[in-house]
């Protein structure tokens, strides 16, 4: 059985340090948090998918905003299409705009079969940075 993973961070101003362990669903998974300013805040499942969030407690940006960075982890379990192809349809779904793409030697990944993006997108709120990184287990 495959298991295909979507990690998406939207990420503002955060540094990683030292870490906090938390269980991803349906994996031996574990995503290590820097501090306790990260928590788990929900999970929804529909069908073979299951999506957990993760939110950072707001952080003040220049313009004095409350800013909230977020992770949110997709696992989607019996995945037919290979990694590449399924980051393709994933990046249609969530449209972005490419900064660059990475495969697992660029970023230290111990599965060899992944692919991930670095990118932008603009909603009501202004320009934010985004993460996708979509590998098997």
Do not use: C
């Not at 820097?34 to 788990?40: G, R």
């Not at 969030?53 to 707001?58: I, L």
């Not at 990118?119 to 990184?133: A, E, N, P, Q, V």
């Amino acid at each position: 059985m495959k298991t295909a993973f979507t990690i998406s961070l939207l990420l503002f101003s955060s540094t990683f340090a030292i870490a906090q362990p938390n269980k991803i669903a349906h994996s031996k998974l574990v995503i290590d948090f820097p501090n306790d300013e990260w928590s788990f805040k929900g999970e929804q499942t529909s069908g073979n998918t299951t999506i957990q969030f993760f939110k950072r407690t707001p952080i003040v940006d220049s313009l004095q905003r409350s800013v909230i960075a977020n992770i949110s982890i997709l696992t989607e379990t019996d995945v037919s299409q290979d990694v590449v192809t399924y980051s393709a349809i994933k990046r249609v779904e969530t449209p972005f705009d490419v900064e660059n793409v990475f495969i697992p030697k660029d970023i230290k990944m111990k599965y060899k079969n992944g692919i991930g993006y670095k990118g932008t997108y603009s909603d009501k709120y202004g320009l934010h940075r985004i993460y996708f990184i979509f590998f098997e287990e």
